[in-house]
């Protein structure tokens, strides 16, 4: 007797099951699409950081590269005999150009650190563009609320003043029969 109660109900239960399971199946899929681009977004985005730093990383060694030619040169020039002059301003030149390589690479960290920073505050930037539109939009979803349920609140309080002088107008009615009906009691307890 209990399966036969559940037999009648299975069918519907199996309509309803296989109904939600396709729904589910379908946000399932979305889901996954939806995790899916968002992966190949941010691998995108990674591999043009990748390759701007990558080009940058080429452009530096090419530079290095130059610099340490020159460097060379300048030692061959200054351990040439010859003039004396010569030979000091090829060792201050090379004096010179150390420090600019060391410089350059300070220059190059803080540079760095300075475009890292910059990301950041422009990822944090456009998170909290993003939270102020929504918290916009969630605070004008709210004052619509509010006004239609002032609308309701109004309507509300119009329909509790009308109920209270129906009540009020038949209280009145009802005393006025209830004192005839006392009036008619005494008029036939009198008769009696």
């Not at 396709?22 to 591999?47: E, M, T, Y």
């Not at 540079?111 to 004008?140: G, I, M, P, T």
């Amino acid at each position: 007797p209990l399966l036969t109660s559940f037999a009648f109900l299975s069918y519907d239960c199996i309509i309803h099951l296989r109904y939600r399971c396709q729904v589910c199946k379908g946000i399932n899929q979305a889901r996954v699409a939806s995790l899916q681009l968002q992966r190949w977004f941010r691998g995108l985005k990674s591999r043009v950081r990748f390759n701007s730093a990558l080009a940058k990383c080429v452009e530096d060694a090419r530079m290095n590269h130059e610099i340490k030619s020159l460097q060379r040169k300048f030692s061959i020039l200054s351990r040439r005999e010859g003039s004396h002059e010569l030979s000091l301003l090829a060792e201050d030149c090379t004096k010179l150009l150390d420090y600019a390589v060391t410089e350059m690479f300070t220059l190059r960290r803080l540079n760095a650190d300075v475009c890292q920073e910059s990301s950041e505050l422009k990822e944090r930037n456009q998170r909290l563009v993003e939270f102020h539109q929504s918290l916009e939009a969630a605070v004008a979803l709210s004052n619509r609320r509010v006004v239609q349920m002032g609308r309701s609140n109004s309507a509300l309080v119009a329909e509790v003043a009308l109920q209270t002088k129906k009540v009020g107008g038949s209280r009145k009615a009802t005393e006025g029969t209830a004192t005839k009906a006392r009036g008619r009691i005494k008029v036939l307890a009198g008769k009696m």
